[in-house]
């Protein structure tokens, strides 16, 4: 073991798992109204990571596309909640 900071996390059923190297970016508690129905309640855990730091090490999530500018990862089998990332790639300046 190399000391780097990583975190590793995934699914109820344990079909899909994922690790993310490095800091974990903004965490907070989402209450906007798409991230209240992925969750199944009044709001959603989330932490930020760059896409290159976010890597699946098992299995495969669905995508669901709950509104134009967000996707949403699930896990297939038992409905884990899993990731979010934008439709379409921010805008550079
Ligand atoms: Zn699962």
């Not at 993310?20 to 965490?27: E, N, R, T, V």
């Not at 899993?82 to 934008?86: D, E, I, N, Q």
């Given at each position: 073991?190399?000391?780097?900071?990583s975190h590793s996390?995934?699914?109820q059923c344990?079909?899909?798992?994922y690790r993310?190297?490095?800091?974990?970016?903004?965490?907070h508690l989402c209450h906007c109204?798409?991230?209240q129905?992925?969750?199944g309640n009044f709001f959603m855990a989330l932490a930020g990571t760059r896409e290159e730091t976010f890597e699946i090490t098992r299995g495969a999530p669905r995508w669901f596309s709950s509104s134009d500018p967000?996707?949403?990862g699930f896990c297939e089998r038992c409905g884990t909640p899993?990731?979010?990332?934008?439709s379409i790639p921010p805008m550079s300046a």
């Open positions: 073991m190399n000391g780097a900071e996390g995934g699914c344990g079909a899909v798992r993310i190297a490095g800091k974990l970016g903004y965490p109204r798409m991230c129905k992925a969750g967000c996707r949403r899993l990731s979010s990332r934008p």
